[in-house]
């Protein structure tokens, strides 16, 4: 679920693809970041909330916890069958994540993967603040 506040726009890279986001407050980045994320690998109106799973995580910066959550997101999916479409994030501080995630597990009766993505990656990541917007660019591995 993305909010009206936040924005994603999607541009090709190289055989990857790339993905931006706006979003007024850095959770909102994280939500948006992951419910992009999901509408990349399926069609998010597919995924329903029926199950709920907790993720925490630290890192060293802002930029690394924002990978780190997109791949445990992507890990989740590749060892469990994981999808999510529900995402309720808390930062205590830049370098931790708490977060509540909700979704199922995939079904080929309902779920039609689009795209199969590897990893999140490090290559021209951006996180920062532009005045009043958050902004990330973070560029998936195909």
């Keep these: 679920m993305v909010h009206n506040a936040s924005k994603i726009r ?3 890279h190289t ?3 790339g993905m931006e986001v706006f ?3 850095l959770p ?3 939500k948006t970041a992951a419910a992009g994320m999901f509408s990349i690998l399926t069609e998010s109106r597919t995924i329903h909330p029926r199950l709920t799973k907790t993720i925490s995580l630290k890192a060293e910066i802002a930029d690394e916890l924002l990978i780190l959550w997109l791949n445990r997101l992507l890990f989740l999916f590749d060892t469990e069958g994981w999808l999510f479409s529900q995402f309720e994030i808390t930062l205590p ?3 931790s994540l708490q977060a509540v995630v909700r979704g199922e ?3 080929p009766e309902r779920h039609e993967i689009l795209r199969e993505i590897k990893a999140a990656t490090y290559h021209r990541l951006t996180l920062e603040k532009r005045e009043n917007t958050w902004y990330a ?3 998936f591995d195909l």
Excluded: L, W
Aim: aromatic fraction near 20%.
């Design 137 to 139: 660019r973070v560029i």
């Design 28 to 30: 909102e980045v994280f």
């Design 15 to 17: 055989g990857d693809i």
């Design 10 to 12: 999607f541009f090709d």
């Design 93 to 95: 501080n830049e370098k």
């Design 105 to 107: 597990h995939f079904d």
């Design 23 to 25: 979003a007024p407050s």
